[in-house]
């Protein structure tokens, strides 16, 4: 791995997160967790229904978005700090696949600005900031990033984001300059520099958009770093795993499947799910049950989302090979849960996932279960309203795998062991 273009990934909430230790008070419950990952995977249906026509998002106004305050924001769980200006100011961004404009709040907050660790980022103190014009086509590509037309202030651009929740950030669409490492320094990056946030964002100072549209950070470096990146989300809250841009070497045992498109103008990252094995038994479920609503991978949901038909097989395998364990009352989402006071040791049946090309994709021991407590531990995958609902391969699923997304190639890479 190429150190120099790599960021140290934490969980937001966990002891190796400087939000973990000057905001303890607001550390959500795992009840609040499940929560937000609903909102979240609301939101995510609601965008890609927008964008295959159910509905008119464009005619949202950057301007008037609902100002009132997110319960939820669903918006992500792991961070990494970024350098933005000149002289550059240390930022803990969130980062999501699932978004493409990267923003963060900014001083003199015109509007309203949520709590966050870092100081707040002044336009005013860096050299190298500059808006951008409203009548420039810069200006205008926002609308395919953000599914709101930006509007104009005194000449400068207006962006608007809103999350499922209703939280937003509504502020200058601007270019500065984004330094990674000490060698990765980028002039010129078009970011959102909030003047109106709300929503509980957790002390974060903003979001580090991942997606696919050209506004999107892997879009914006791919001169540099060939639109190609990849991440290890970390086996526990308190260890750590990586955010590398670049061919940074992958493992000859990275598996790679071709990257489909769930819809059109979609920021998320299209896969195949066909089929899924629990202790080595391939499960019987239709190859239709995945393509009737396809699926997407995703940094920023929790618990990854199947069809029901799909999640009932799951379901129904590992209650039979984990018949001799007593089960536990179910959550509002995860509803396979088991009490372990008991015992010192539980033998987990291994989970894999298949994707397009037969590959196989073994879920890491920590990525099987939800543990709300000792006595409540719960099979961390859930159920979607109806089949034809998009399925979601969530972090938990993902944690200690190596995921490389290749942008430009269109393809998706997944190897074991990938935070050591």
Excluded at 24 to 36: F, G, M, S, V, W
Excluded at 184 to 193: A, E, H, I, P, Y
Excluded at 195 to 202: A, E, S, V, W
Aim: hydrophobic share 35%.
């Amino acid at each position: 791995m190429n150190k120099k273009s790599s960021l140290r990934v934490v969980h937001k909430h966990g002891p190796c997160s400087q939000l973990h230790r000057q905001d303890k008070a607001n550390i959500p419950t795992d009840a609040e967790i499940l929560r937000q990952d609903e909102a979240r995977v609301k939101s995510i249906h609601l965008k890609l229904a927008r964008s295959s026509g159910s509905s008119n998002v464009d005619q949202i106004d950057a301007t008037n978005l609902p100002a009132k305050d997110g319960s939820v924001v669903g918006s992500g769980n792991y961070v990494v700090t970024v350098g933005l200006g000149t002289p550059k100011k240390d930022l803990t961004l969130i980062f999501d696949t699932g978004s493409d404009i990267t923003w963060t709040q900014c001083q003199p907050c015109a509007g309203s600005c949520y709590q966050q660790l870092d100081p707040v980022f002044a336009p005013s103190q860096s050299s190298t900031y500059s808006n951008i014009s409203c009548n420039s086509t810069t200006c205008n590509s926002l609308t395919s990033a953000t599914g709101i037309k930006p509007r104009c202030s005194s000449s400068a651009c207006v962006y608007g984001i809103q999350y499922g929740d209703m939280s937003f950030s509504i502020g200058f669409f601007a270019k500065e300059t984004l330094t990674l490492t000490s060698s990765d320094v980028f002039k010129d990056f078009l970011f959102g520099c909030g003047q109106n946030n709300q929503g509980l964002f957790r002390g974060a100072a903003g979001l580090i958009g991942l997606g696919r549209d050209k506004l999107s950070l892997p879009s914006q470096t791919a001169l540099k770093y060939k639109g190609v990146f990849s991440y290890c989300l970390p086996s526990s809250a308190s260890s750590t795993g990586f955010l590398s841009f670049g061919d940074t070497g992958a493992s000859k045992s990275v598996k790679f499947i071709t990257l489909s498109t769930v819809s059109q103008r979609s920021a998320f990252y299209g896969i195949d799910i066909t089929g899924i094995s629990v202790g080595g038994q391939k499960l019987s479920i239709a190859a239709s049950v995945f393509t009737a609503g396809g699926a997407i991978i995703d940094s920023g949901t929790v618990i990854t989302r199947l069809p029901p038909t799909a999640y009932a097989a799951l379901s129904s395998e590992f209650k039979k090979q984990m018949s001799q364990y007593p089960m536990a009352p179910a959550s509002k989402l995860l509803d396979t849960c088991y009490n372990f006071t008991k015992y010192s040791s539980v033998n987990v049946p291994k989970i894999s996932f298949f994707f397009s090309g037969g590959v196989e994709v073994p879920i890491a021991a920590e990525g099987i279960f939800f543990v709300r407590s000792i006595s409540q531990v719960c099979l961390a995958f859930a159920r979607n309203n109806n089949d034809t609902d998009i399925g979601i391969f969530g972090n938990t699923q993902q944690k200690t795998l190596q995921v490389v997304y290749d942008v430009a190639g269109r393809r998706l890479g997944f190897a074991t062991g990938g935070c050591t």
